[in-house]
């Protein structure tokens, strides 16, 4: 829209300039003058694209017929965009343009005009249609140059500031877990390491070897996030991610406990994606993280389905025999790993199933 008001006004001067209204009169017939006025207008609404058709005619223009509104608009387009030098060389292509225009003034009107009005006109009009506009486009774009560079300044501190911020909170993140979560793990392996060189019989020693072995694991991994909460990008460097080679040993654990976990391997296995693998196994492991805390000992189906481009992971469990302790949890269990299931393009589905069961079900595109 400002451009076709720009069009309609560089048209409607340079009409008014060649009519002789504000301007030098021209002996042409009034269409012709119309038509030069309109491509001098259509030439400014163009201008949005490219401002060189504009000057070229307010080059043509002004030589032609003194027609000045088209050149000064040009003068300020190129005050916008020329630096340097292309500035350099409009300015030395206005100067020809005001030079041939002073000598046609002459040939037209004669020597004694050369030392009077031609050449005064001419000077004035030079300052007047390219000094001033130029003058003016240059101000306007140091001006918004200066805005966008504070613009940018500003964006950059704020984004400063935001990573300074999420560093703090990761650092105190890693200091809570370290004096919290990992004193008491590690007392728990300690406690268990007691219990293992006291026990009395095998079934407990195991039991308590058990509790250390996960123990350890537990402080490893904890080590591993600490890292990477305290170093942002760093990856894991202690211990490589889980995958589904993993996988029995998880199983193992829980079989330990008294569940009855059975797994099953379904289709021709093949390797997938490092990140399908270690969502699998996040799957399996929050699945029997849940049997734990809510099903006690109840029997427990895992099945692996390698199918045609995905992997399905379904987690199956019975209901309760007896009524299982309560363990504490923050609720945030299926939630992180439906959010981490369909990163990947896949679906996670949960349900209760007839007879006190529950189903864990993750298809993932692989």
Not at 48 to 65: E, F, H, K, M
Not at 188 to 196: F, N
Not at 281 to 310: F, M, S, W
Request: net charge neutral.
């Amino acid at each position: 829209m400002r451009f076709v008001l720009l069009g309609a006004g560089v048209f409607a001067a340079s009409l008014l300039v060649v009519n002789g209204q504000i301007g030098v009169p021209s002996s042409l017939p009034l269409p012709v003058l119309v038509a030069v006025a309109a491509v001098a207008g259509l030439a400014a609404w163009q201008a949005r694209r490219s401002w060189w058709p504009l000057a070229a005619v307010g080059a043509a223009g002004y030589v032609w017929l003194v027609m000045w509104p088209p050149l000064l608009v040009a003068s300020y387009c190129a005050g916008l965009a020329l630096s340097g030098r292309r500035l350099a060389a409009y300015l030395g292509g206005c100067l020809a343009v005001c030079g041939v225009a002073a000598l046609v003034g002459v040939y037209q009107a004669g020597p004694y005009e050369l030392m009077t009005a031609t050449t005064g006109n001419a000077l004035i009009l030079a300052l007047a249609v390219i000094g001033l506009p130029l003058a003016l486009g240059l101000l306007v774009r140091t001006r918004r140059e200066a805005a966008r560079e504070r613009a940018e300044r500003r964006e950059h501190e704020q984004v400063m500031r935001a990573e300074q911020a999420r560093a703090q909170e990761r650092a105190r993140i890693a200091r809570e877990m370290h004096d919290v979560v990992a004193h008491r793990v590690s007392l728990m392996v300690l406690h268990a390491g007691a219990l293992e060189m006291r026990a009395s019989d095998e079934e407990t020693e195991r039991a308590a070897a058990l509790i250390g072995g996960i123990g350890r694991e537990a402080l490893a991994n904890l080590r591993d996030v600490l890292g990477v909460l305290r170093t942002p990008g760093r990856e894991s460097a202690v211990q490589p991610p889980p995958t589904l080679e993993d996988l029995d040993r998880l199983l193992d654990q829980s079989r330990a406990l008294g569940i009855a976990v059975t797994r099953h391997d379904e289709g021709e296995a093949r390797p997938v994606e490092p990140t399908v693998e270690r969502t699998a196994y996040r799957v399996v492991q929050e699945a029997l993280t849940n049997v734990h805390k809510h099903a006690g000992d109840a029997a427990t189906d895992v099945l692996i389905r390698y199918g045609p481009g995905e992997l399905a992971v379904e987690v199956r469990n019975q209901a309760p025999g007896s009524p299982p302790g309560e363990l504490p949890g923050a609720g945030w269990g299926l939630v992180g790993l439906r959010e981490r299931v369909e990163l990947l393009g896949g679906t996670l589905r949960t349900s209760a199933q007839d007879g006190g069961g529950f189903l864990v079900s993750a298809r993932i595109p692989a």
